[in-house]
């Protein structure tokens, strides 16, 4: 793609990746925590959030009208959108910018549904790569768990339902994430993820995620210059 | 048949026994009048014709169509949503036309889509990436109009020039007459490069309904066999 998304911008972009239930969103949660009540600028972004894309995406989960292409491709405007109006303004106005899911969600799951994998590579090309990725390798069972002990309604794409992997909700999903799990430990050495066990205390795991963002990134840097 | 690429997973090209036309060209070119006189001389002859077009897709048309009254798209956003809009035509109703042994006349394709992301400074390898889950038409027609004529034509339609066929994002002038005339100018430039590329057959629509569906009804005869 261009080479502007190698560009060094002021801000920086942390992004956390893992299966749900894998406790990443807990972790991003107290990240940006830590981060505020630092007096830093910090900007919180999830995936399949983007307004404007919101109506169709759920259009076509509820007509089941989306294949695995544009279903990648809904999933994609969606991020883009995002990236263009939010990530990439911020990160120039010198922001943290923390991203639930990135592009390597799509990459994972997109791949399972069938999507070439440098087909997805090549559609995500315009954008740049976290300053630091935290990959939340926690097992499949413990995921599981936390997912599905409350005996939760799983919808019809989010159990992976469209692969015809089983015809039981439950059973589909766990086969579902083992796959995704299996992506995404294929490309952790590609995109440099930092692993984290996912077994151990929320506090160890939020100790250690802060002490990496601590080093690896100069944090004054990042303080309001307006006064409030 | 085949895909430009890498095509739609899941789907077998060697399944596909119809045919896919493709009818390019500017608004005002005489796309909708040369389709209609094709498909009722193809329908007159025993077959089957579908219809598609962009922007027609029930799943992301009406979120295009707000979006581009409020001007609220990044550029990557936009020519997203044209994809997702024609993927979702490709694998709805044109693969299953094909399949089923229908002819499948295209009111445009991805050549339209990718000579105004290219115009808008999107990164040519990515556009092209993208529409490698396209399958290659059997024929594509390539209406080209000289924008004198293309300005004539669309004021006949209406009275005015619309803002996306003019280029008015694009800041090419504050004058939407000068603006489509440039603009047009730049879509048809990127055109003879894309013509290059993927083989179109370019018609001269600067002539008469009848002359140019009479070159149109042979060409497609020919590719049927007939």
């Given at each position: 793609m261009n080479t502007s998304i190698s560009v060094e911008l002021p801000g920086k972009l942390i992004a956390v990746e893992g299966?749900?239930?894998?406790g990443k969103s807990t972790q991003l949660y107290l990240l940006k925590r830590w981060l505020e009540l630092r007096g830093l600028k910090v900007f919180f972004t999830e995936w399949n959030s983007s307004v404007i894309v919101k109506k169709a995406t759920s259009k076509g989960k509820k007509r089941q009208l989306l294949t695995p292409t544009t279903f990648s491709l809904i999933h994609c405007t969606d991020f883009s959108d995002r990236y263009e109006q939010q990530i990439l303004p911020l990160l120039k106005a010198g922001y943290l910018v923390l991203c639930d899911r990135y592009v390597y969600t799509a990459f994972a799951r997109d791949a399972v549904r069938g999507c070439s994998r440098s087909w997805l590579r090549n559609l995500y090309g315009f954008a740049r790569h976290p300053d630091i990725t935290f990959f939340f390798d926690t097992p499949l069972d413990i995921a599981l768990d936390r997912i599905l002990s409350g005996r939760p309604q799983l919808k019809y794409h989010e159990a992976g339902m469209d692969l015809g992997l089983s015809a039981v909700p439950y059973e589909s999903f766990s086969l579902f994430q083992k796959r995704i799990y299996d992506e995404y430990l294929a490309m952790k050495d590609e995109f440099s993820f930092v692993s984290l066990?996912?077994?151990?205390?929320i506090e160890e795991q939020q100790a250690k995620v802060r002490e990496i963002v601590g080093l690896k990134l100069d944090l004054p840097l990042y303080r309001w210059k307006t006064i409030t | 048949m085949k895909f430009y690429g890498e095509g739609l997973p899941g789907v077998d090209p060697v399944n596909l026994v119809g045919k896919l036309i493709v009818i390019e060209g500017a608004?005002?070119?005489?796309r909708s009048t040369q389709m209609d006189l094709l498909k009722d001389c193809l329908e007159g002859q025993g077959h089957a014709i579908v219809n598609v077009g962009l922007?027609?897709?029930?799943?992301v048309s009406e979120e295009l169509n707000e979006a581009k009254k409020g001007n609220v798209l990044g550029e990557i956003t936009r020519s997203l949503f044209y994809a997702t809009d024609f993927a979702d035509q490709l694998e709805n109703r044109i693969i299953p036309a094909l399949k089923a042994g229908f002819i499948v006349l295209a009111d445009r394709y991805i050549y339209t889509l990718m000579a105004r992301d290219i115009v808008r400074g999107a990164d040519r390898d990515w556009v092209h990436s993208i529409y490698g889950i396209a399958l290659v038409p059997d024929l594509v027609i390539y209406l080209r109009v000289s924008p004198a004529q293309l300005v004539e034509r669309n004021f006949r339609k209406k009275a005015t020039l619309d803002y996306w066929e003019a280029g008015m994002d694009l800041g090419l002038s504050r004058d939407i007459f000068d603006s489509f005339m440039r603009y047009q100018k730049l879509i048809q430039k990127e055109f003879s490069l894309l013509q290059r590329e993927y083989d179109f057959l370019v018609v001269?629509?600067?002539?008469?309904v009848r002359s140019i569906s009479n070159e149109i009804t042979a060409k497609v005869e020919g590719l049927l066999g007939i």
């Open positions: 299966l749900d239930g894998s066990d996912g077994t151990v205390s | 608004d005002g070119s005489g922007r027609r897709s029930s799943l001269n629509g600067n002539r008469s």
